[in-house]
C-alpha cells in the first residue's frame, strides 16, 4: 500500500488537491481573520480611551469649556471647548502603522446647567489577510459623550438650636457625669445667669463635659472650612448664620424669631470666626417662661421671610437657596392651642407646616437631627417627651418631614457631629460627575 502522500501525488483526477487548496485557503483566512479582527478591536478600543478622556478633559474643572461654561448665560456652543477636546485626543491618541485617516471632531455644548461634550473619532484599519478576499480596509468608529452640571451659586442659610435642650450632654458619658454630679441629677446643663452658684453649665464647663451645643458650634466653624474648600469658582456660596437667642429674657416669649449672628456674606473665614460666638441660651432661673424658650415655627416661619426668593444658581445675581437646620428636633413653645406641660404650653416634636411653605417656595431645606437621647432620669423627659422618643420617635420623623428629598441625616453628637454637617453639605452641593 502506498503511502498517503505518495497516492496524493500519484493522482490524476485532481479533485483531492484542489479540495486540500480550499482546505488550506479557508483555514488562512480564518487564522487570518482571527488576527486581523483582533487587531482591529485592539486599535479601536485604543481609540475609544483617547475619546474618553478627550470628552471628560474637555468639561473638567479648570477646562477652556468649564471656565467658559460657568460664565455662559445663555445655552449654545460653549467657545474653544471643542479645540481642547481635540488637541486632548491627540495627545492620548497613540498612532499605529495599520490605522490611517484619523479623523477627530468635538461639540462642546451647553444646555441650561449642563454641559456636555462628545467627541467622535473615524479611522480606517489596513488589515493584512483579509485583503485577500477584498477586506483590505476596516471602517473603525467610536463616541464619547460626557456631562457636567454648571457648579450653582448657594445661599445658605444656617439655623442652630442652641435653646436650652441643647444644654444636654453630647454623649451618655457626659450625660451620666451631669446626673452624677447634681443634687437633682439633672442631665440638662442649664445655663442661668443670675445664679451663678445653680449654674448647670458653669458646673458642666468645669467636669470637662461636652454638650451638644459645644459640638454644634465646633461643627459649624469647620463646616466654613469645608464651604471654602470646597469652591469652584469665586464666591460661589454665602453663608448667613442664626440661632433662637443669646438669653431667654431678651427674646419675645410668645414669638420669637431667628437671632442672626452673622449676616449673609461670602467671606466664609468671617462666618468661622462669627460662629465662634454660638453658645447656649441663657435662663435667668430654671423655670423661667415655664421652660418655653424652642418655638420652631415662629422661628421657621421668621427665617421664612429673612430667606429672600430662591433663584436656579446659575449667577451670582440668582443663588439657590438652602436652609441648613441643625437641632434635637423638641419643641417648647408658648401655644395656647396646647395645654402640655402648663397653660398655654406645646412640648411636642416638631410642626412641619412652614417646612412645607418654605420648600413649596423652592428653598431646600437640609436638616441635621441631633438624636435626642433618651434621660431616664429626668422628671421632665419622663413626663413629656419619652413618648415621642420611644419605642419609635416621632421627633426623628418629623425631622425628615421637614428636610427635602435626600437632604436628612440623623446623627448622635458621640458619632461625629462635624463628619455629618459636612456629609450633608456635600450633598447640598454635589455637582452631576462625569459620565462616560
Not at 471647548?81 to 497613540?94: E, P
Not at 499605529?96 to 461639540?107: H, K, M, N, R
Request: proline content about 4%.
Amino acid at each position: 500500500m502506498l503511502p498517503l502522500f505518495a497516492r496524493f501525488r500519484a493522482s490524476t483526477s485532481g479533485a483531492t488537491a484542489i479540495i486540500v487548496a480550499f482546505g488550506i485557503l479557508a483555514v488562512i483566512i480564518l487564522v487570518g481573520g482571527a488576527i486581523d479582527f483582533g487587531r482591529a478591536v485592539q486599535l479601536r478600543s485604543n481609540l475609544q480611551d483617547s475619546a474618553d478622556v478627550a470628552s471628560v478633559g474637555a468639561i473638567a474643572v479648570n477646562s477652556v469649556a468649564y471656565k467658559a461654561g460657568i460664565q455662559m448665560m445663555g445655552n449654545g456652543t460653549i467657545s474653544g471647548g471643542a479645540a481642547q477636546a481635540i488637541s486632548i485626543f491627540n495627545s492620548n491618541y497613540q498612532p499605529a502603522a495599520e490605522l490611517s485617516g484619523v479623523s477627530p471632531s468635538a461639540t462642546v455644548s451647553k444646555s441650561g446647567s449642563v454641559m456636555t461634550a462628545k467627541v467622535t473619532v473615524t479611522a480606517s484599519y489596513k488589515s493584512y489577510l483579509l485583503g485577500m478576499i477584498g477586506l483590505g480596509t476596516i471602517p473603525l468608529n467610536v463616541s464619547s459623550t460626557s456631562s457636567s452640571t454648571v457648579p450653582p451659586f448657594i445661599d445658605f442659610y444656617l439655623l442652630l438650636d442652641n435653646s436650652p435642650s441643647m444644654g444636654v450632654g453630647a454623649t451618655t458619658a457626659d450625660i451620666n457625669t451631669m446626673v452624677a454630679n447634681t443634687p437633682d441629677k439633672c442631665a440638662f446643663a442649664c445655663h442661668e445667669d443670675d445664679k451663678p452658684g445653680a449654674d448647670y453649665y458653669a458646673k458642666a464647663k468645669s467636669l470637662g463635659v461636652t454638650t451638644r451645643i459645644d459640638v454644634v458650634r465646633q461643627a459649624t466653624q469647620k463646616l466654613m472650612t469645608t464651604a471654602e474648600a470646597t469652591e469652584t469658582i469665586a464666591n460661589q456660596y454665602r453663608v448667613a448664620i442664626y440661632h433662637f437667642g443669646v438669653s431667654a429674657n431678651s427674646i419675645d416669649q410668645k414669638n420669637p424669631g431667628a437671632y442672626k449672628v452673622s449676616d449673609l456674606t461670602s467671606n466664609l473665614s468671617k462666618s468661622a470666626s462669627d460662629a465662634s460666638a454660638i453658645d447656649l441660651m441663657t435662663i435667668p432661673y430654671q423655670g423661667y417662661n415655664s421652660d418655653r424658650q424652642t418655638n420652631f415655627d415662629t422661628v421657621l416661619k421668621d427665617m421664612n421671610n429673612e430667606i429672600k426668593t430662591p433663584g436656579d444658581g446659575m449667577s451670582a445675581s440668582s443663588p439657590q437657596k438652602v436652609l441648613f437646620f441643625v437641632s434635637d428636633g423638641a419643641t417648647d413653645s408658648y401655644d395656647c392651642a396646647y395645654s402640655n406641660g402648663n397653660t398655654c404650653r406645646r412640648i411636642t416634636p416638631l410642626d412641619t407646616t412652614t417646612c412645607k411653605v418654605l420648600k413649596n417656595r423652592g428653598v431646600r431645606i437640609a436638616v441635621l437631627y441631633t438624636t435626642y437621647l433618651p434621660l431616664p432620669t429626668n422628671s421632665f423627659y419622663n413626663s413629656w417627651m419619652a413618648k415621642y422618643v420611644t419605642p419609635t420617635s416621632q421627633i426623628a420623623a418629623q425631622m425628615q418631614a421637614c428636610a427635602s428629598d435626600g437632604l436628612y441625616f440623623e446623627v448622635s453628637p458621640s458619632q461625629g457631629i462635624p463628619a455629618a454637617m459636612n456629609a450633608l453639605f456635600q450633598r447640598v452641593v454635589s455637582v452631576v460627575r462625569i459620565n462616560s
